[in-house]
T-cell receptor
Framework: DAKTTQPPSMDCAEGRAANLPCNHSTISGNEYVYWYRQIHSQGPQYIIHGLKNNETNEMASLIITEDRKSSTLILPHATLRDTAVYYCIVRPRKSGGSNYKLTFGKGTLLTVNP | NAGVTQTPKFRVLKTGQSMTLLCAQDMNHEYMYWYRQDPGMGLRLIHYSVGEGTTAKGEVPDGYNVSRLKKQNFLLGLESAAPSQTSVYFC????????????????FGPGTRLTVT
């Protein structure tokens, strides 16, 4: 799986957009970008994923650069409850092989301040 | 719909003792996983299962055994606990999806905090 690089920590003011970057310069053509988050003492929670097009759901937006070497997760109106560690993960899509695991790095600790 | 549940939530063991962690899911997922998370670290895959009656090793399987006798349950066993197994254990599950879809997000349980003294 491709390696990802994320800043160790970021701050954001409540109500503002939080933009979390991720570099994945060695991503290959069949690999998706996934984002999960882990609120303190809880299990990780899926947020969003994408291949090459920008994606949006009720939680966040995912912007992937045209060369797919980096992406940004956007929380449009951050709240205090969004304080968590955010993980960017790159992995192949499931296609009958053994690509089951999620490789979690250290992620980015996002702190939303009042 | 409870999602993924784990039992127990906390446990303290002495070195050499054994125990079993239970994971249950009510989403009819085919795949189930056990991860461990050490302080300040990301999650690492211990074992996983792609269906009832099947299991496979992940990144850090040594010292653990698993069983998937029923589709909804995935058990993680420690036969002889060691202090190095002090960790938070997370269970997860996901669908077996058609090849045309990338929708395979994993749903995680709340974790079991295990301390081995």
């Amino acid at each position: 799986d491709a390696k990802t690089t994320q800043p160790p920590s970021m701050d954001c003011a409540e109500g503002r957009a939080a933009n979390l970057p991720c570099n994945h310069s060695t991503i290959s053509g069949n690999e998706y970008v996934y984002w999960y988050r882990q609120i303190h003492s809880q299990g990780p929670q899926y947020i969003i994923h994408g291949l090459k097009n920008n994606e949006t759901n009720e939680m966040a937006s995912l912007i992937i650069t045209e060369d797919r070497k980096s992406s940004t997760l956007i929380l449009p109106h951050a709240t205090l409850r969004d304080t968590a560690v955010y993980y960017c993960i790159v992995r192949p899509r499931k296609s009958g092989g053994s690509n089951y695991k999620l490789t979690f790095g250290k992620g980015t600790l996002l702190t939303v301040n009042p | 719909n409870a999602g993924v549940t784990q039992t127990p939530k906390f446990r303290v063991l002495k070195t050499g003792q054994s125990m079993t962690l239970l994971c249950a899911q009510d989403m009819n997922h085919e795949y189930m996983y056990w991860y461990r998370q050490d302080p300040g670290m990301g999650l690492r895959l211990i074992h996983y299962s792609v269906g009832e009656g099947t299991t496979a090793k992940g990144e850090v399987p040594d010292g653990y055994n698993v069983s998937r006798l029923k589709k909804q349950n995935f058990l993680l066993g420690l036969e002889s606990a060691a202090p190095s197994q002090t960790s938070v254990y997370f269970c997860a599950s996901s669908y077996e999806v058609p090849r045309t879809s990338g929708e395979d997000e994993q749903y995680f349980g709340p974790g079991t905090r295990l301390t081995v003294t």
